[in-house]
C-alpha cells in the first residue's frame, strides 16, 4: 500500500471524532473569504500563532501550532498531518492545558520508537509528553510536569528563565534549551540567552548555564524565544529562534559537545519589517528522513480578523554554501502544484518603463524569473496588479548603490496593495541581497490570494500578507526605474489548491 492510501486509512476511524468534524464544517464556512489562502497552511477557525513540533514520522509530517478553537480562552496545541507538507488533513487538538494555563511553544524529538514533544506551560514551566501511534493522536504527559519549573529570579534574570523549549539527544543523555533573556526588560535593554539542560530519563533536569549569551550580534532588547537547535551541515548548528523586538532570525556557528556551548559565526534575518504586521513570526524546525532542514513560520495578519487569524509560509529548506552563507529553498514539493504553464523568453523594459505581461495573471501563481537590473536604479515585477495600477505589490531589486558602500536589497512593497480602511500601516519588507558582478537577479515568487512570498537567488526569501480589494487586480507587469533592465526569461504557473473547500 502507498503512503497516500496510508494515511487515508488511518484517519478513517477518526472521520466521526467531534474535533474533526468541527475543522472540516469551519473550513467549509470560512471558504467564502477571498484572503484564504489556497496552498498555505491556515487555522480551520479562530487564532493560530507559533508553528510548533514540526517532524517527519513514520513517513508522515505533522504540524502542530498554538491554537484556540472559536469560544476558547486557553490555548493548545493544533494538529494536522501530511504526506508531501503541503496537503494538510486536521486531527484532533494534540495538547491540553491543565497543571498549566496555556500550552506554548515547543518543539519535538522523533526517536526510534515515539516522538517526544517539549512545550512551555505558561504559570508551571516547561514540559514533556510523549506519543508513539502512527498519527500521534495520544499523548502522554509526563506525571511529574514541568519537568523545568519556573524558579524565583532576582531582578537581572539569575538563575534563569524558562520559557519555550526545544529537545535533541546525546550520547549521554536529553538536552533542552528554553529560550529567554537576561538582564532588563523584554524588547527593551535586555540581552538574549538560551539556558540549557540535561536529563537522563526526561524527568530530572540539570541546568548547564547558556548555551550562548548575547553579545549585541542582534541588538540590545532581542531575546531567544522559539529555539530551534540542529546541524546544519559543513560541521556547523543552527540556532533558529524568534525574537519578540525583531521578529524570525538565525545564528551559525560551532557546538561544542563537551562544554555544551555554541559559538556563533554569523547572524542573520528571516524578517526585516515591523514585527506582528503582515510578516515573519516564529519557527519550527526539523531534519527529515531524506536529510533537509525544514523550516516553517507563521505569518501574521495586517488586518482585523475575520474569523481565522495568521497563515504559515511555505516549507523551507536551509542549508549551507560552500562559503558559508544560508541557502534558503522553498520545498520541492511545491512543483507539483503547478498547472497551466506560461513562458516569455525576453522582455526589454525601458528607462522609467512598464511592460504588461499579458500572458501572465492570477492571484494563485508561482513565477520564475531571471532579471538583469542593467543600469536600472529599481527593477522588477508588480503582481496583483489592477488594470489601472491603483492596487499593486511591487516586487524589486535595487542594486549596491556606491562601490564600495551600501548593500543591494531586495524588497515587497505592499503600501499600493489595498485602499482597505482596516488595514494596518506598514512599511514595504526588505532584505539584503548581494550579488556578484554579472550576476543576474532569479526570483521565485509565490502569489498566494493574501500572501506574497520570494526566495531569490536561493539566498533571501522575503514574506508580505496583502489584500486587494478588486476582484480585476491579479495582473503582472515588468518595470524598471532610473534606467534600463530586462527580463531575461519568466515562466508562471497557476497553483492549484490544496484544500478541498478552495478548489
Sequence with gaps: MDLSGQLDDLIAPLTEHDQVRRWLASRERLANDRYRP????????????????????????????????????????????????????????????????????????????????????????NAVATASDPLLVDWQKHPDNPVIPIVPIDENGYPYRVFDPCIWKEDDGYYSLSGVYKDGTRSVNCEGVAHIFRSTDLTDWEHLGPLVESVYDTEPGEDYAVPNFWPIGNGKHMLLFFSHKRGGQYFVGDYDSTTHRFHPERHGR???????????????????????????????????????????????????????????????????????????????????????????????LEIELELDPGDAHESGLKVLRSPDGAEETRISFFPKGHPRFGTAQLQIDGTASSPRADLIPRTPEIGPLEIAEGETVKLRIFVDRSIVEVFANGRQCLTLRVYPERQDSIGVSAFARGGAAKLL???AWQMRSTWPELA
Design 489 to 491: 526569461s519568466i515562466n
Design 38 to 125: 489556497a496552498y498555505h497552511f491556515s487555522p480551520p477557525e479562530n487564532f493560530m500563532n507559533d508553528p510548533n513540533g514540526l517532524c517527519q514520522w513514520q513517513g508522515l509530517y505533522h504540524l502542530f501550532y498554538q491554537f484556540r478553537q472559536d469560544g476558547e480562552a486557553r490555548v493548545h496545541w493544533g494538529h494536522a498531518v501530511s504526506l508531501d507538507l503541503l496537503h494538510w488533513r486536521d486531527l484532533p487538538m494534540a495538547l491540553y492545558p491543565d497543571q498549566e494555563h496555556d500550552c506554548f511553544s515547543g518543539q519535538t524529538l522523533v526517536e526510534q520508537d515515539r516522538v517526544i514533544a517539549i512545550y512551555h506551560g505558561t504559570q508551571a514551566g
Design 270 to 364: 528571516m524578517n526585516y519589517g515591523p514585527l506582528a504586521v503582515g510578516s515573519l513570526h516564529a519557527p519550527s524546525a526539523t531534519i527529515d528522513a531524506s536529510g533537509r532542514f525544514l523550516s516553517i513560520f507563521n505569518v501574521k495578519e495586517s488586518k482585523e480578523p475575520n474569523g481565522w487569524n495568521d497563515i504559515m509560509t511555505l516549507p523551507r529548506v536551509l542549508s549551507l554554501g560552500d562559503d558559508g552563507d544560508l541557502l534558503i529553498e522553498p520545498v520541492e514539493e511545491l512543483k507539483s502544484l503547478r498547472h497551466s504553464h506560461r513562458q516569455i523568453d525576453s522582455v526589454d523594459i525601458a528607462a522609467n518603463g512598464e511592460v504588461a505581461l499579458k500572458e501572465v495573471s492570477g492571484n494563485q
